[in-house]
């Protein structure tokens, strides 16, 4: 059985037409949620996946625009009476998760267990053999390699152009990378099209999908993707909210 990404949430804090905040659904014959920001839930349902089977999240940091619906999913399972969630994030995650207890007394009897995770860890989950990394970014922050059937999925999370994360993305089928501002924009925390394109040369990387992008790139799209293309050589594409790639 073949891989398939959707990238649920491929936005950012800022609203914009099209785009809602970081999520992206991974599935094999099971399913994966990495990341979990505002807007999630309806993008679960525009394309028919059941909360009942999203039992489990990566988290990649703990921005709210990649957790602002994790606990709207919680609390969705817990009135449809399913079982709790399992969540998987970087260091203060627990604390996230204890805070949030303490806010909304009804979480406390949702069951949701935490792992903390940190980079260079590897682990079993979902039928998916799973390594984390550190990102570059402005809190503990986590990209992660996802290996099952012989195909790999990497996602960036946020990030500036970071070695630790081109060397998890060696030889992957699919990279979904981070791209948050087109050129000429001179960020920190975030990658663009350029810096990308220049970390992921001779990667041995079969696709780059764009992802968590600003409302600068509007009307960039096409431009960006051809940077990143013409400077690694690896075929690159922009994200858009409800994409579906299979590997």
Known sequence: MSL???LLGTGVGIPQPGRSQAAILVESDQQLLLDCGAGTLLRLDQIGASIEAIDT??????????V???LALANARYLADMPG???????GTDDY??????????L??????VREL???DSFGLKNFDIFAEEALHSLPSLAFRLEAED???????DTEPSPRVAALAKDADLLVHECSFPEPFDVTNHSTPKKLGCMIKDSGIKRVALTHLYPQTAGCEDQMAEQVIELSGVPAIVGWDLMTLSL
């Open 118 to 120: 940190y980079p260079m």
């Open 151 to 157: 195909q790999v999925v990497v996602y960036s999370g």
């Open 108 to 113: 406390g009897e949702m069951d949701v267990a």
């Open 4 to 6: 398939k990404v959707t």
């Open 68 to 70: 602002s619906d994790l």
């Open 85 to 91: 969630l399992e969540v998987f994030g970087p260091e």
């Open 97 to 106: 998760i204890s805070s949030a207890r303490r806010l909304y007394p009804n």
């Open 57 to 66: 999240v990566l988290l990649s940091h703990l921005h709210l625009d990649h």
